[in-house]
């Protein structure tokens, strides 16, 4: 096992909150795992917060595979995710493993997958082949197409059961950690409570065992695109402008360089 998946294990039973971030770089995963942060996740946002896409469609097993890698250079103490993109697992729990293998080699300890209770065999077919697996239940942005949009899900009584069902049966095929998106706060901590694995809440309330956000949303880089359940924690957009602003005016005012 992981020292840094026991970790989260011990968290759970501890009833300590952990915490997790994506990056996409060397250089802000490095910040990051200083900071002590316990995940670093290389999600498949990066399509929509470094290539501008509109949703994650667009992201490659190449690109996931590269940005894993020069993350993981960075990280040091911090457990190392990455997301299996669109394309790259559906197809079959053997097509899953293939992806996987390459995200393992260029560096995480483990890999995040969307869907409910269609993934279990993929669950249980990585986790009985070494590939530890935290599975993605609620708004998972791979289906956005198939949702209408980001809409928050398990709004529903047949909704919420159908996701505490899907949590169940994942985390009993092997799934690692259950990470639940947009979703009713009193849903995900009941299924907090029922799942023997920690859960990870984004936009799903203060119950899960811990909590992730997008770097960008963090920093306040993308202030007008923020998901309403973000929280920024300083207006970096605004910072950015006005040193990059100072920049230029010296420049052209030949006061730098000195």
Wanted: include cysteine; aromatic fraction near 6%.
């Amino acid at each position: 096992m992981s020292k840094n998946l026991g970790q989260w294990d011990k968290a759970k039973r501890d009833g300590r909150k952990m915490t997790m971030i994506t990056a996409y770089d060397c250089a802000f995963a490095r910040m990051a795992d200083v900071a002590g942060l316990d995940c670093v996740l290389v999600g498949d946002s990066v399509g929509m917060m470094v290539a501008g896409d509109a949703n994650t469609l667009c992201v490659s097993l190449e690109q996931m595979e590269y940005h894993t890698r020069i993350v993981a250079r960075a990280v040091s103490r911090a457990l190392m995710m990455a997301d299996l993109p669109f394309g790259s697992f559906e197809e079959s729990p053997a097509q899953a493993f293939a992806s996987a293998a390459r995200l393992i080699r260029a560096g995480a300890e483990i890999v995040k997958l969307e869907g409910g209770a269609p993934m279990v065999e993929t669950v249980a077919y990585l986790s009985a082949r070494a590939i530890p697996v935290c599975a993605h239940i609620g708004l998972t942005p791979q289906h956005v197409h198939q949702f209408g949009g980001f809409k928050r899900q398990g709004k529903t009584q047949e909704a919420a059961t159908r996701l505490l069902d899907d949590a169940i049966a994942l985390a009993a095929a092997g799934a690692r950690m259950v990470l639940m998106e947009a979703i009713p706060s009193e849903l995900a901590t009941r299924i907090t409570q029922r799942v023997e694995v920690p859960t990870i809440g984004i936009g799903a309330g203060p119950g899960t065992d811990g909590q992730v956000l997008v770097l960008h949303d963090v920093l306040g880089l993308n202030p007008d695109k923020a998901p309403g359940f973000a929280r920024a924690y300083m207006n970096g957009a605004a910072l950015i402008h006005e040193a990059l602003t100072q920049y230029a005016e010296e420049v052209r005012a030949n006061i730098f360089p000195e």
